[in-house]
C-alpha cells in the first residue's frame, strides 16, 4: 500500500502537542531512558569515574531526544503499513494529523541535535554510539530488515540494547565487557518480548505484509523460538553477577524474574497463542508474557541502579 | 494535511491557531538548546585542564596515549615545584643563623 493512498484515506485533524509527543514513542523511549540510566549509574559504580550531574543529565536527555528521532523516522517510513493495522492506524502521521514530511524533517533534525548534544555533554565515543543506534532503528531496522526477513527482530534488538552501553561510555568514554553484556540482556530480551506481543497482531502484520515470525514461520515455531529465547536469556541475565558487575540485589531480583519469565514463556509455548481458533484466553496468555518481559527488563536495570546508585553492592564473588 | 481537505474561514483560523502554537513550542525548544549547550559548554571548560593536554569536547580517556604524556608532563611539573622549594627552603636557612 502506497504511503499517498494512506494519507488521502486519513481523515485529517490538527496536529497537538500530545500528536508530536506520540510521533516520539515515548514509552519506548522511557524504557531507552532508564536503561541508559543503568548504564551510566554502572558506570559510576564500578569505574569509580565521576560525571559532572549536569552533563549526565543533558547526556541522558540526548539519549531520549535520539530515542524520539529514530521513532519519528520510523512512524515517517511505516506510516504505510501503520495505517493497515488497527493497533496502530491511530499514530499521528498515518491519522492526518502530521504530514509525513514533517516527521521526517522532525526525525533528522532531532537526531543532529541529540549527537550534538551527546558529543558537547560527554565524547566522541558515546554521541558516535548514538548515532549508531538512531541510524540503526531508523534506517537498518525501519528500512531494510522489517520488510525484508522474519529475523528482523533478533537482529533490529541490537537498536534497542545500545542505550546501557552508550550511558557507560558517557562516563568512561570506553565500553569494556560490563557494559556489552547489559546490551547483551536487551538483545536476547527482545525477540521473546516482541514476538509475545506479535502472536496476538500476527492478522494485522500479514495484512499489511510484514514478515513477522507467525506470518512467516507459524504460531508454533514462534511459541517455541520464545521459549527458547526466555532460556537463553537465564545465562545471559546472570553474566552481570559472575563478572562482578552486580551484586546480591541484582542475582536476587533476576533470579526471581527470571524463573517469572520462563513461566510466562512455558504458559505460552504450551498454549494455542497465534493459532486462527486462538480464544480470548490464549491472547490473555501472550499478552501477560509481554508484560512481565517489560517488568523483567525494569526489575533487573532497576537492580543495577538501587546497587551502583545507592551503594547496596554486596559482591557475590565474581571473577 | 491533506490537499484535498476543505478548506473554510473557521479551518483556516484554527490552521493558524495550531501553527502559531507549534511555533511558540519550536522558539521555546530552540532556547532550551542554547540554554542547554551554553550551560553544557561552561562546565566543560570550568573541568577542562586545558594546560595538562585535555581537549575541550574529546574525552581524555579517547586517547591513552596522550592521557599518559599530560599525566607525566603534570607529574615533572609537580617534581619540579617541589624541588625548586625544597631549593628554595635550603638557601633561607643558613640566612636564618
Given at each position: 500500500m502506497s504511503s499517498e493512498l494512506t494519507l488521502s484515506q486519513a481523515a485529517p485533524r490538527l496536529a497537538t502537542a500530545r500528536d508530536y509527543f506520540d510521533l516520539l514513542k515515548p514509552r519506548?523511549?522511557?524504557?531507552?531512558?532508564?536503561?541508559?540510566?543503568?548504564?551510566?549509574?554502572?558506570?559510576?559504580?564500578?569505574?569509580?569515574?565521576?560525571?559532572?550531574?549536569?552533563?549526565?543529565?543533558?547526556?541522558?536527555?540526548?539519549?531520549?531526544?535520539g530515542s524520539g528521532a529514530a521513532g519519528a523516522l520510523n512512524m515517517w517510513y511505516d506510516a504505510d503499513i501503520d495505517a493497515v493495522m488497527t493497533r496502530t492506524s491511530t499514530r499521528p502521521v498515518p491519522a492526518g494529523a502530521i504530514p509525513k514530511d514533517e516527521a521526517l524533517t522532525l526525525g533528522l533534525i532531532m537526531s543532529g541535535v541529540s549527537v550534538l548534544l551527546m558529543w558537547i555533554a560527554s565524547n566522541v565515543l558515546a554521541a558516535g554510539l548514538l548515532a549508531v543506534s538512531i541510524a540503526y532503528y531508523g534506517w537498518f531496522y525501519t528500512m531494510v530488515l522489517k520488510r525484508r526477513t522474519a529475523q528482523n527482530i533478533v537482529i533490529g534488538g541490537a537498536a534497542g540494547a545500545f542505550p546501557p552501553v552508550i550511558g557507560w561510555a558517557a562516563v568512561t568514554g570506553t565500553t569494556p565487557v560490563d557494559a556489552w553484556i547489559l546490551f547483551a540482556i536487551i538483545f536476547v530480551w527482545t525477540p521473546p518480548h516482541f514476538w509475545a506481543l506479535s502472536l496476538v497482531a500476527h492478522k494485522e502484520y500479514k495484512k499489511a505484509g510484514v514478515p513477522m515470525m507467525p506470518v512467516t514461520n507459524g504460531a508454533k515455531t514462534t511459541r517455541e523460538q520464545i521459549f527458547l529465547y526466555t532460556l537463553l536469556l537465564a545465562p545471559?541475565?546472570?553474566?552481570?553477577?559472575?563478572?562482578?558487575?552486580?551484586?546480591?540485589?541484582?542475582?536476587?531480583?533476576?533470579?526471581?524474574?527470571?524463573?517469572?519469565?520462563?513461566?510466562?514463556?512455558?504458559?505460552?509455548w504450551r498454549s494455542d497463542a497465534g493459532e486462527p481458533d486462538a480464544g480470548a484466553d490464549e491472547r490473555k496468555i501472550a499478552m501477560s508474557m509481554f508484560g512481565f518481559s517489560i517488568l523483567y527488563l525494569f526489575g533487573v536495570f532497576a537492580a543495577i541502579i538501587v546497587e551502583h546508585g545507592f551503594g547496596l553492592y554486596i559482591p557475590v564473588g565474581g571473577v | 494535511m491533506s490537499e484535498s481537505a476543505p478548506v473554510t474561514a473557521e479551518t483556516e483560523e484554527l490552521r493558524i491557531k495550531a501553527q502559531k502554537r507549534?511555533?511558540?513550542?519550536?522558539?521555546?525548544?530552540?532556547?532550551?538548546?542554547?540554554?542547554?549547550?551554553?550551560?553544557?559548554?561552561?562546565?566543560?571548560?570550568?573541568?577542562?585542564?586545558?594546560?595538562?593536554?585535555?581537549?575541550?569536547?574529546?574525552?581524555g580517556y579517547m586517547d591513552e596515549a596522550a592521557k599518559e604524556k599530560a599525566d607525566r608532563e603534570a607529574q615533572a611539573r609537580i617534581q619540579a615545584r617541589l624541588e625548586a622549594e625544597a631549593d628554595q627552603s635550603e638557601s633561607a636557612e643558613p640566612s636564618n643563623e
Amino acid at each position: 500500500m502506497s504511503s499517498e493512498l494512506t494519507l488521502s484515506q486519513a481523515a485529517p485533524r490538527l496536529a497537538t502537542a500530545r500528536d508530536y509527543f506520540d510521533l516520539l514513542k515515548p514509552r519506548i523511549m522511557g524504557l531507552v531512558v532508564f536503561t541508559a540510566l543503568a548504564g551510566l549509574i554502572a558506570a559510576v559504580g564500578v569505574s569509580g569515574q565521576s560525571i559532572n550531574p549536569v552533563l549526565a543529565t543533558v547526556s541522558i536527555l540526548a539519549v531520549a531526544l535520539g530515542s524520539g528521532a529514530a521513532g519519528a523516522l520510523n512512524m515517517w517510513y511505516d506510516a504505510d503499513i501503520d495505517a493497515v493495522m488497527t493497533r496502530t492506524s491511530t499514530r499521528p502521521v498515518p491519522a492526518g494529523a502530521i504530514p509525513k514530511d514533517e516527521a521526517l524533517t522532525l526525525g533528522l533534525i532531532m537526531s543532529g541535535v541529540s549527537v550534538l548534544l551527546m558529543w558537547i555533554a560527554s565524547n566522541v565515543l558515546a554521541a558516535g554510539l548514538l548515532a549508531v543506534s538512531i541510524a540503526y532503528y531508523g534506517w537498518f531496522y525501519t528500512m531494510v530488515l522489517k520488510r525484508r526477513t522474519a529475523q528482523n527482530i533478533v537482529i533490529g534488538g541490537a537498536a534497542g540494547a545500545f542505550p546501557p552501553v552508550i550511558g557507560w561510555a558517557a562516563v568512561t568514554g570506553t565500553t569494556p565487557v560490563d557494559a556489552w553484556i547489559l546490551f547483551a540482556i536487551i538483545f536476547v530480551w527482545t525477540p521473546p518480548h516482541f514476538w509475545a506481543l506479535s502472536l496476538v497482531a500476527h492478522k494485522e502484520y500479514k495484512k499489511a505484509g510484514v514478515p513477522m515470525m507467525p506470518v512467516t514461520n507459524g504460531a508454533k515455531t514462534t511459541r517455541e523460538q520464545i521459549f527458547l529465547y526466555t532460556l537463553l536469556l537465564a545465562p545471559v541475565g546472570a553474566l552481570p553477577v559472575i563478572t562482578g558487575l552486580s551484586g546480591w540485589v541484582y542475582a536476587i531480583t533476576c533470579a526471581a524474574l527470571t524463573l517469572g519469565f520462563i513461566y510466562h514463556a512455558h504458559k505460552v509455548w504450551r498454549s494455542d497463542a497465534g493459532e486462527p481458533d486462538a480464544g480470548a484466553d490464549e491472547r490473555k496468555i501472550a499478552m501477560s508474557m509481554f508484560g512481565f518481559s517489560i517488568l523483567y527488563l525494569f526489575g533487573v536495570f532497576a537492580a543495577i541502579i538501587v546497587e551502583h546508585g545507592f551503594g547496596l553492592y554486596i559482591p557475590v564473588g565474581g571473577v | 494535511m491533506s490537499e484535498s481537505a476543505p478548506v473554510t474561514a473557521e479551518t483556516e483560523e484554527l490552521r493558524i491557531k495550531a501553527q502559531k502554537r507549534r511555533n511558540v513550542w519550536l522558539a521555546w525548544s530552540l532556547v532550551a538548546f542554547v540554554v542547554i549547550v551554553g550551560l553544557t559548554t561552561a562546565i566543560r571548560i570550568q573541568e577542562t585542564d586545558f594546560s595538562g593536554g585535555d581537549r575541550l569536547y574529546f574525552s581524555g580517556y579517547m586517547d591513552e596515549a596522550a592521557k599518559e604524556k599530560a599525566d607525566r608532563e603534570a607529574q615533572a611539573r609537580i617534581q619540579a615545584r617541589l624541588e625548586a622549594e625544597a631549593d628554595q627552603s635550603e638557601s633561607a636557612e643558613p640566612s636564618n643563623e
